[in-house]
């Protein structure tokens, strides 16, 4: 009791979403393929500027088979993990958003691009909880501080989703706190192509 089960109406209309999502990625996509310029595009975000390097990140995250290129599984995979996916998954997708370079570790340089843009995106200093403005290096230190607990001056995915579910200052950081969900919404908004 209490329980809800799928109805064939909440399916055809899960199913009509993607057929409409299709659609329009054939129709800015007719290769099949999303660049990252394309990408950009589809977004309406600058080749340059505050959510570009957010962008990039976030296409590295969605190219799954890493050939430069998002198909339309890729695409449809990656926001049905923004939009539904559960904690483990959002904070691995996030770890690969970090990990600039794909090496499985997200090293201080990489952590530090990746909170400065969601800063500039944001346009102000993240808070702690006593409400005191935080820098990025401020921020990068204690989020090293907090999950490298091997003290190589790096993160593995296992350290980043453990000190995400352990600290909800960290869990808010870590898991981008320019939540995905809402910049992809907030990206569509902006964007006629979405």
Same mark, same amino acid.
């Given at each position: 009791?209490?329980?809800?089960?799928?109805?064939?109406?909440?399916?055809?209309?899960?199913?009509?979403?993607?057929?409409?999502?299709?659609?329009?990625?054939?129709?800015?996509?007719?290769?099949?393929?999303?660049?990252?310029?394309?990408?950009?595009?589809?977004?309406?975000?600058?080749?340059?500027?505050?959510?570009? &390097?957010?962008?990039?990140?976030?296409?590295? +995250?969605? /190219? #799954?088979? %890493? =050939?430069? *290129?998002?198909?339309?599984? @890729? !695409?449809?995979?990656?926001?049905?993990?923004?939009?539904?996916?559960?904690?483990?998954?959002?904070?691995?997708?996030?770890?690969?958003?970090?990990?600039?370079?794909?090496?499985?570790?997200?090293?201080?340089?990489?952590?530090?691009?990746?909170?400065?843009?969601?800063?500039?995106?944001?346009?102000?200093?993240?808070?702690?909880?006593?409400?005191?403005?935080?820098?990025?290096? &401020?921020?990068?230190?204690?989020?090293?501080? +907090?999950? /490298? #607990?091997? %003290? =190589?001056? *790096?993160?593995?995915?296992? @350290? !980043?989703?453990?000190?995400?579910?352990?600290?909800?200052?960290?869990?808010?950081?870590?898991?981008?706190?320019?939540?995905?969900?809402?910049?992809?919404?907030?990206?569509?908004?902006?964007?006629?192509?979405?």
């Amino acid at each position: 009791m209490g329980q809800t089960q799928p109805t064939e109406r909440s399916e055809q209309l899960d199913v009509k979403v993607i057929q409409d999502m299709y659609r329009k990625f054939v129709r800015e996509c007719p290769s099949g393929l999303l660049f990252l310029h394309e990408f950009k595009r589809f977004f309406g975000v600058a080749a340059t500027g505050e959510a570009s &390097e957010y962008a990039e990140g976030m296409f590295r +995250a969605f /190219d #799954k088979n %890493g =050939d430069n *290129t998002i198909d339309f599984l @890729e !695409f449809v995979a990656a926001l049905n993990l923004v939009f539904r996916g559960d904690l483990d998954h959002k904070l691995r997708w996030s770890f690969k958003v970090y990990d600039k370079d794909g090496n499985g570790s997200v090293d201080r340089n990489e952590l530090w691009s990746i909170i400065d843009s969601i800063f500039r995106i944001n346009k102000i200093s993240q808070a702690n909880s006593d409400n005191e403005e935080l820098t990025v290096d &401020e921020v990068v230190d204690r989020i090293l501080a +907090a999950v /490298d #607990k091997d %003290g =190589d001056g *790096t993160v593995s995915m296992e @350290e !980043f989703i453990q000190g995400a579910q352990q600290d909800p200052w960290l869990l808010k950081m870590l898991k981008l706190d320019m939540n995905p969900a809402r910049w992809v919404m907030d990206q569509r908004r902006k964007s006629a192509h979405f």
